[in-house]
């Protein structure tokens, strides 16, 4: 079944130190995906997106994600983490067309002084 | 672009009355989805159309849920003799026919007492 794993529930970083979310999927083919943010009390905002072709892609605020097809992965990354970063990040897989999306159980980003 | 538009932001309702949430979404998006959002079960889909149609309900619980779109501009969700499982936070969405991305309205919480 398409699907996608998060497997850190919550991550605790530094302000300023970098930063990796990790996303594993299950997909039978060549899958979208993508890392969606969500602040406290609204709804998601898309941070980036993957469509077949550099396995880098480049996100807003600085974030940035790599494909993996040999480790099934999508992983998130930002080189120096800023307070608001602080916020649930959800990675999604595209697992129908209309753009139906499958998420992961979300990563709690707290960030500490 | 007001993005996508959900009332009400939070409702408060007694076990067995009816509940209906209402979105609209982003003025020219032909897809409009509706995800619910809880703690222990994080994102479900629930269901979506596209050009007003039902697509994909597969989400939607049997009972009690239900879903329309009577026009371009806007859908409802409707629960019948809700129940405190039923509490959670419901999430609209929108997106074009061209495009991948989803765009998320901030959701309306629902609180069965």
């Known amino acids: 079944a398409q699907s996608v794993t998060q497997p850190d529930a919550r991550v605790t970083v530094s302000e300023g130190a970098s930063l990796q979310l990790r996303c594993k999927y299950s997909y039978f083919g060549t899958p979208y995906l993508f890392w969606y943010v969500q602040y406290p009390r609204q709804g998601l905002q898309l941070l980036l997106k993957y469509y077949p072709g550099d396995p880098v892609v480049q996100g807003v605020n600085g974030f940035e994600a790599e494909f993996s097809k040999s480790n099934s992965s999508f992983h998130l990354r930002k080189a120096s983490v800023h307070w608001s970063d602080w916020a649930v990040y959800f990675c999604a897989v595209r697992t129908g067309g209309n753009n139906k999306l499958t998420f992961g159980q979300g990563t709690v980003l707290s960030v500490i002084p | 672009n007001a993005g996508v538009i959900q009332t009400p932001r939070h409702k408060v309702t007694g076990k067995g009355q009816e509940a209906t949430l209402w979105c609209e979404p982003i003025s020219g998006h032909s897809a409009v989805f509706w995800y619910r959002q809880t703690i222990v079960q994080g994102l479900e889909f629930l269901t979506y159309?596209?050009?007003?149609?039902?697509?994909?309900d597969s989400g939607m619980p049997k009972e009690r849920f239900s879903a329309q779109m009577p026009n371009q501009s806007h859908s409802t969700l409707k629960i019948q003799s809700t129940q405190p499982q039923d509490s959670a936070v419901y999430l609209c969405?929108?997106?074009?026919?061209?495009?991948?991305?989803?765009?998320f309205g901030e959701g309306s919480r629902l609180i069965v007492v």
């Open positions: 159309f596209r050009n007003q149609a039902p697509i994909d």
């Open positions: 969405a929108s997106s074009c026919n061209s495009g991948n991305t989803l765009y």
